[in-house]
């Protein structure tokens, strides 16, 4: 699934400098636009390709940090991730503050720190790409696995006239390995989508659009075996 998230959350000037999503551009602003708009397509074009995870792509079990090292999302030299941030937000000295003024403490932290706004987003967006690369990966591998399970069963269904009992205890035993495997993935992709609440939350702040998917994608639709 693509995602527009380079439609989201600032606006660039002739300049390159992120700008208030919220303020309104004046006569001259807009005659800038077309310049703007190729700013933002070059910083989407960035970090637009999907990650690709390391050889050593970690197992079904793998933690977030795992999964991020395996796409190669490395903590920066200024040390301001997404997650930073996100905690500069929970700090007792601003957390029930306006959103605005929180957001404005961010910036004027980030100012000082001489830390770009947009390398944040792009944190964020990186770590949102490799959690929906490793899903994928994940749920290719369940689709296989009960693809594989669901042509067995085919090929012991042909032999069910000489073999029903014995073929029905195997038949079960596979779609108990579908229904394990296919239990486990949801789980995880329920933790997926609280992290990527998370991560959506604290980019929020700071977008007009956010950029973060959060939903759940359909369920894949059945494998079907040949026809007699």
Do not use: C
């Not at 703007?36 to 999907?50: D, G, K, L």
């Not at 795992?66 to 700090?91: C, F, R, W």
């Amino acid at each position: 699934m693509s995602k527009k998230w380079y439609n989201y959350f600032v606006s660039v000037d002739e300049a390159g400098q992120v700008s208030d999503p919220s303020a309104s551009p004046s006569g001259s602003e807009a005659g800038a636009a077309p310049s703007a708009a190729q700013t933002i397509a070059e910083i989407a074009a960035s970090v637009a390709p999907p990650p690709k995870m390391t050889a050593a792509v970690p197992g079904p079990a793998a933690s977030f940090d795992e999964i991020y090292n395996a796409a190669e999302i490395h903590m920066p030299a200024h040390g301001y991730t997404v997650y930073k941030i996100s905690d500069m937000l929970q700090s007792e000295h601003i957390r029930n503050l306006p959103s605005e003024v929180k957001r404005s403490s961010i910036l004027l932290a980030l100012d000082a720190a001489g830390v770009k706004l947009q390398e944040v987003i792009e944190d964020a967006v990186r770590r949102d790409r490799a959690l929906d690369t490793f899903e994928r990966v994940q749920q290719k591998a369940v689709e296989d696995l009960a693809a594989r399970k669901t042509e067995e069963n085919q090929k012991i269904q042909e032999e069910m006239d000489r073999m029903v009992a014995e073929h029905r205890s195997r038949m079960q035993a596979n779609n108990d390995a579908i229904a394990k495997e296919r239990e486990r993935f949801y789980g995880w992709r329920l933790q997926k989508q609280q992290e990527e609440q998370k991560i959506a939350d604290t980019v929020s702040h700071f977008v007009s659009e956010n950029p973060i998917t959060r939903g759940l994608p359909p369920d894949p639709a059945p494998q079907k075996g040949p026809s007699k």
